[in-house]
């Protein structure tokens, strides 16, 4: 499993490195492009996160290799705070106004390994739970990014 989940890890990496190309507008269309909510359907719309987010906080809390990190946690904020992020991030109808990625995770000392560990969790519970595939890399794509924001000093 923990081959498994490097092996996504440096995927969501390379999908990064190449880019995703911006769909070409139309001039004579002013309307908005309706929000591409389908990432928040297939991992089962709030329900399905609110789910998702449960088992991961179950399996972090267990996990040794990042357990500690969360120690002094306020876990019903993050847990509050992970549903509005995903559901943001997956396209639902949720604005995430908690902190940003830096603030909330400055000074803590994270590393790669722990992130890559954390990942790893998401992608057993989403695995557990029956999320396809393809969607669990969507999400884990606009996941990736933060990673710089994450580790650190
Ligand atoms: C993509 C990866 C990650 C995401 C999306 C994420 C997301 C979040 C969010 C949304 C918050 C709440 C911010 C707020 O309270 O306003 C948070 C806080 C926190 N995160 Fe992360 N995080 C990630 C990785 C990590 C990793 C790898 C660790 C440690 C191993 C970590 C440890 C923490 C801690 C300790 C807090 C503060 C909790 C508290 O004091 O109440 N995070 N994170």
């Known amino acids: 499993m923990a081959g498994a989940g490097h092996i996504r890890t440096l995927l969501v990496a390379a999908v990064?490195?190449?880019?995703?190309s911006a769909c070409a507008t139309r001039s004579d269309s002013p309307a908005p492009a309706p929000v591409d909510d389908a990432v928040y359907r297939a991992l089962g719309g709030q329900t399905g996160i609110e789910g998702i987010v449960d088992?991961?906080?179950d399996v972090v809390v267990e996990d040794e290799r990042i357990n500690f990190q969360f120690a002094l946690a306020n876990i019903v904020r993050?847990?509050?705070?992970l549903i509005l992020q995903f559901c943001s991030v997956s396209g639902g109808?949720?604005?995430y106004d908690g902190l940003s990625m830096e603030e909330a995770h400055a000074g803590r000392g994270i590393t790669t390994a722990q992130f890559n560990a954390l990942v790893e969790n998401l992608i057993l519970v989403m695995e557990r739970r029956g999320v396809p595939?393809?969607?669990q890399n969507r999400?884990?794509?606009r996941l990736a990014p933060?990673?710089?924001d994450v580790v650190g000093p």
């Open 139 to 141: 999400l884990l794509r």
């Open 93 to 95: 109808p949720c604005r």
């Open 78 to 81: 993050l847990r509050g705070m």
């Open 55 to 57: 088992d991961l906080l």
């Open 146 to 148: 933060m990673h710089g």
């Open 16 to 20: 990064l490195a190449v880019g995703i």
């Open 133 to 135: 595939v393809a969607t």
